[in-house]
């Protein structure tokens, strides 16, 4: 890596009590976390539901961490601005689902937020290396999309590298993100490949010392595999 970005921690809140969200937020801006990452499930793109907008909007008032929306949804562009309005920084699509990426992406600006692009894990880099100079944010996911709790799939840190050498070759100021299944056991490959902005969920909620012990262990352990 030319020049190394600072690794991010953005946990999932997939595993959170959703009963309490607002203070599961709360909870996890103390512990140091550098945003929060928001799982858009629409039961048709991916297995599973989750929440939508007016969740997302309900909890924005109780933490000024910036938010992150995962949109695994089918079309994105016709709900893209309720997610904006909900107070979401940035907006990922799925480039499975966009025939139109780079519209798509323009739009997400347009809108105000931050445009990202993710690929699922059978999906090769290639297919998002013409919007790179459009994105402020490429997501790579680890496990496939749809449910918390899965294993790491260590087969995607090749396209992980392959990605980051076509932002840094071509100069794009662009973050590199990898979800699903990253903890302590596996943060290490990913950050070696390139990725500095590290989704975890249970890894996270789980640990018997704590989110902040957590969120701390989890950075740590990715800055010392660069």
């Not at 907008?53 to 933490?63: L, Q």
């Not at 459009?134 to 496990?143: R, Y």
């Not at 596996?186 to 640990?207: E, K, Q, R």
Request: charged fraction near 20%; glycine fraction near 8%.
């Amino acid at each position: 890596m030319n020049v190394l970005r600072p690794i991010q921690i953005a946990p999932s809140i997939l595993p959170a009590d959703f009963s309490k969200l607002g203070d599961e937020c709360v909870a996890l801006e103390k512990a140091g976390v550098d945003r929060i990452h928001l799982d858009v499930m629409d039961g048709r793109f991916v297995p599973n539901l989750t929440f939508g907008p007016d969740v997302i909007a309900s909890i924005r008032p109780h933490v000024t961490v910036p938010f992150e929306a995962h949109l695994m949804v089918e079309q994105p562009d016709e709900l893209a601005h309720l997610y904006v309005e909900a107070g979401c920084d940035t907006l990922m699509v799925h480039v499975e689902v966009c025939p139109h990426l780079h519209r798509t992406l323009m739009h997400i600006r347009d809108l105000g937020a931050s445009p990202a692009v993710v690929l699922n894990p059978a999906t090769p880099a290639a297919a998002i290396e013409n919007v790179l100079d459009v994105c402020d944010l490429v997501l790579v996911m680890t496990v496939n999309p749809g449910f918390g709790g899965q294993a790491y799939i260590p087969s995607t840190e090749p396209k992980v590298a392959a990605i980051r050498k076509m932002i840094v070759d071509g100069g794009h100021d662009c973050d590199l993100e990898v979800d699903g299944g990253v903890g302590p056991n596996t943060i290490a490959g990913p950050a070696a490949a390139g990725a500095n902005v590290m989704v975890a969920g249970s890894a996270l909620f789980s640990d018997p010392e704590g989110l902040e012990h957590a969120v701390t262990d989890l950075r740590a352990r990715a800055e010392a595999a660069r």
